[in-house]
């Protein structure tokens, strides 16, 4: 028997229920950062309380094969109206990314904090009179059902963060246009082959 079986074996047959329970809500909320399953929240799973979700370790998968990133960092989600909910996201991530000169992967970073007022409804709703300060500035997002899909919001994210150049260093040589070497690790033999190029012969003839 191994270690997991044993484990699971102690959680069914040798502790209390309500131990089990917490366990196993544990063990599946791990699998869903595992596999990369999608967050979401329903408006009606929340209250005035703000609920804590924190992200430790959570692979995000994004679009059109993009790769995946590991995300840090806490999500706060409360109840503000019965059609709307305030989300606040203090986030940190990292994931592989091409050179954009020599196409080395390389490792990117980042560390975002963002806020969003999601309201379900298509037209824009009337905002109460007395709104609390810090929610002001908040950007407004309108969501056709009561749900909110956390991995579409950090996905967005994530876009958002990506800079318009990442470099392995910040001197990167990048590569030959012609044979393709890393110039950073080989040097390129291509200016001594230029007498062999169909353009040597111009040279020659223009010297003439």
């Known amino acids: 028997m191994g270690p997991d079986e044993f484990l699971i074996k102690c959680i069914f047959f ?115 009179a007395e709104v609390e300060s810090r929610e002001e500035d908040l950007e407004l997002l309108y969501v056709t059902s009561p749900e909110i899909d956390v991995d579409e919001i950090l996905q967005e994210q994530v876009y958002l963060s990506l800079p318009q150049q990442i470099l392995c260093v910040p001197d990167c040589k990048g590569r030959c246009s012609e044979c393709g070497v890393d110039l950073n690790r080989a040097e390129c033999r291509c200016s001594s082959d230029h007498s062999t190029s169909p353009f040597a012969v111009l040279g020659k003839l223009k010297k003439k």
Request: proline share 3%; with cysteine.
């Open 14 to 128: 040798y502790w209390p229920i309500r131990t089990k329970v917490i366990i196993l809500t544990a063990f599946v909320s791990t699998l869903s950062s595992l596999t990369g399953a999608t967050m979401k929240l329903r408006f009606e799973e929340l209250s005035t309380s703000p609920k804590k979700i924190v992200l430790d370790n959570y692979i995000l998968e994004l679009d059109s094969g993009d790769g995946k990133v590991q995300l840090d960092g806490v999500l706060m989600a409360r109840r503000k109206r019965e059609d709307s909910v305030v989300l606040q996201i203090d986030v940190s991530g990292k994931m592989m990314i091409p050179c954009s000169r020599c196409a080395t992967e390389t490792l990117w970073t980042f560390s975002e904090s963002f806020a969003y007022t999601l309201i379900a409804g298509e037209e824009a709703v009337p905002v109460d």
